[in-house]
């Protein structure tokens, strides 16, 4: 059954509480709620002062786009600070993460479950190894927007809208690669494959950027997501992209 982006995130929370996925779903959402509670902390503690430091370089002609900025650098903070540790999450609960979309895509499919928990450890230094592509590929265009939010007026007016969309599209491709690591199809074939069907990550990203920026949702936004991602896995992709494991 074939669902939209927003329809795939959704059916991800109610396979969260399936029979044999559940209790795959505590140990990343264990650390979830750890990274995320820290950041939220570092968040809410020092936004007022970041902003008002951001406020401080526009021009004393333009100070009357300060009631347009707030709101907008606001947004983007906290859209910043959500991508950067559910990014830092993701990380540290990669294996996990794959052992869950592993789960269930079993669950989706019928298939035999034969993995262990030796076929974990094994899998270690790849699944890390494709978290740091992750990384390379998302850290020179994170960087260039940042640039660009430090242009007084102009910058600050689009990046957050820039920012909103590329973090829609990281996060698609983070949970989406889950299960296309778990059958090593490569990193560069699995953004082939999502700009294929661009509409259905972008709608997907979207809900899970969302979430992610939502306090008490962000901390189980990672299994949901694992597992919304995974069924669009066994619904659009495994026949065209899955190799034999």
Not at 16 to 33: E, Q, S, Y
Request: charged share 10%; hydrophobic share 50%.
């Amino acid at each position: 059954m074939s669902r939209s982006g927003f329809g795939y995130f959704l059916y991800g929370m109610e396979l969260t509480t399936k029979p044999g996925i559940r209790h795959f779903v505590l140990l990343p959402l264990l650390a979830n709620i750890v990274i995320v509670g820290i950041a939220l902390y570092l968040l809410f503690s020092n936004l007022g002062t970041w902003i008002d430091n951001w406020l401080a370089y526009l021009p004393q002609w333009l100070m009357w786009l300060e009631y347009i900025l707030w709101p907008l650098l606001v947004i983007t903070i906290i859209g910043l600070f959500s991508y950067f540790f559910s990014t830092l999450a993701n990380f540290i609960a990669a294996p996990l993460n794959g052992l869950l979309a592993e789960k269930v895509e079993n669950h989706l499919t019928g298939r035999q479950d034969n993995s262990t928990v030796l076929d974990v450890i094994k899998d270690l230094p790849r699944v890390f190894k494709r978290e740091w592509q992750k990384l390379w590929y998302t850290i020179p265009k994170a960087i260039g927007l940042f640039l660009l939010l430090m242009i007084p007026a102009l910058g600050q007016t689009v990046a957050p809208v820039l920012w909103f969309l590329f973090t829609a599209w990281m996060l698609a491709v983070q949970y989406c690669d889950y299960p296309f690591d778990n059958h090593k199809v490569p990193f560069a074939t699995m953004r082939q494959e999502l700009k294929q069907n661009q509409g259905s990550a972008y709608s997907f990203g979207v809900l899970v950027s969302l979430f992610t920026t939502v306090p008490l949702l962000n901390l189980v936004v990672m299994p949901i997501a694992v597992c919304g991602a995974t069924a669009m896995w066994v619904d659009k992709y495994q026949h065209t992209s899955a190799l034999p494991r």
